[in-house]
């Protein structure tokens, strides 16, 4: 059963760091483009950056610069680290994945991974 598992987040304050995880099961990472989504309440979900199986990785302008992702394929493990902090980045983030080996340029976004709330607030 293919599965994306996501772990950290929490409370941090603006200007902070957090780093996020995102665990896949269920089949090898490598070869598979992986996004990362976010969703602020009210708001629509949000792509903010995608890696591809060798690490070359598109980011967002709202998050480039302070958001970097990486990725151990032999550890079938991606991680998404957030620098500089902002209240705007309150939201839950989510991993995802296709459903086939892909990359970042046709991935079809079908696995998804349970989300983990982030917040930044003094």
């Known amino acids: 059963q293919v599965q994306l598992v996501q772990s950290g987040g929490g409370l941090v304050q603006p200007g902070g760091s957090l780093t996020l995880s995102c665990l896949a099961s269920g089949f090898s990472l490598d070869g598979y483009a992986i996004g990362w989504f976010r969703q602020a309440p009210g708001n629509k979900r949000e792509g903010i950056i995608c890696?591809?199986?060798?690490?070359?990785?598109y980011t967002a302008n709202s998050v480039k610069g302070r958001f970097t992702v990486s990725r151990d394929n032999a550890k079938n493990m991606v991680y998404l680290q957030m620098n500089s902090l902002k209240l705007e980045d309150t939201a839950v983030y989510y991993c995802v994945t296709d459903s086939e080996p892909s990359n970042c340029r046709n991935v079809a976004y079908e696995n998804w991974g349970q989300g983990t709330q982030v917040t930044v607030s003094s």
């Open positions: 890696s591809d199986s060798d690490g070359t990785a």
